[in-house]
């Protein structure tokens, strides 16, 4: 731009005398044009400077790299991942993808501790705060003399969040692949990206309540009987029972444990099992849709980030497979006869469920009866457990003395 001006100024002079009046109109404005320029490209440059914000090639060169989180072997867009959904809520922010962020958090925590990124929900907190929006940095819970706003355990989800930008900013929330540790195959790495990148609960609640709908529909209109009808429709059944089973085998693949250890994957196993009663009881295949899409649809409200966790000797005992697997099936009969009531449907669903009872306590006894103890929590909660709002603020106290 200010070559430009120059070139235009430097042509002016050769313009007859009755252009001349020009030029010096463009000498006065001259000055004002460069501020002009200036504070045009200001803000793109203090955005790129202020902020600190790793380039989005070099953070995708080191989506797949592998680190030690949640007591197992991922790539690192799964502590990513986990990590900007736990603060804001989504799985970017500002258009930056989460590897970027947590590395730009890695080089830059005096930055991004400062930044508007922790989602809060509630009014109430927000107007503590003194927040225009609906979100906050970390910072800003704390006030000008370095006290926490609120106390301890007053909002856990918050302290939760704080105390997750606390493990992030000390570098304890994921551990970089330590020499001589046997790395993941690579197929097991391409396995947990393509999980992690496919919405898998977000396509198939949303597929399953259409289609209840569409099965809804025809049979008002009396066109459900055609074979052409019947055959599509169950081919769409198969297609979703289909991608929730590949969802489930890779979760399977990469946790190498059958997915029935958390309140999340227990979900899934219910709407797999809807889905599956829906693709042979074609006179329960609404109610059974139904059950599948709202399973699936709380298991997308109450688990953004599922986790995929090693477990403890005593979750990997085939009696709580099968204990859960049938207590599951029962559970899922139960809420397809809340929409359509069955006598033989309720026979079979009390059945189960009594078999899930026996299988449950013959698991118990064999769990504890043997010496292997009470299971110890595990994942995200092992390190909140450590960490309280006592030492998220001798943190805060210790960051401030160093700022100045």
Known sequence: MSLWILAITTSLTCLPKHFRWLLRLIQKLKSKLFFACFILFLPINTMATDTHIVERAQADSLRSIQVIYNDRLCPLNTPA??????LSGKHSFQGLTAEQIILSWISYPQVWNNIPIIKVKQDNIKKHLGTNGDYASFFDFFDENENYRFSSGQYPDIEE????VLLQTRGSFFEWLPE?????????VKAELLYNDIPWNTLLFSSCFILAFIIFFLRL???VATKKTH?????????????????????WYISEHIPLSNTYETLQVIALTSLVLACFMHNQATAALIVAGATLLVAHISALDPQVSSLTPILQSPWLSSHVTTIMISYCLFAMLLVRPDRTMLIWA?????TGIILG?????????TGIGIPKKHGHSSLYSSTSIRSILAYYRGFAMKET
Not at 161 to 164: A, I
Not at 180 to 188: A, F, H, N, R, T
Request: proline share 2%; charged share 20%.
């Open 81 to 86: 991942s986990d990590f900007i959904v736990k």
């Open 161 to 164: 969040k704080l105390t997750l």
């Open 180 to 188: 001589g540790v046997q790395p993941l195959s690579k197929s097991k």
């Open 221 to 223: 209109k009396n066109k």
């Open 231 to 251: 055959y599509t429709i169950l081919a769409a059944k198969l297609s979703l029972t289909l991608i929730l089973s590949i969802s489930l085998a890779i979760r």
């Open 350 to 354: 009390e059945v189960l469920l009594a």
């Open 361 to 369: 306590a013959i698991w118990a006894k064999t769990a504890w009866g």
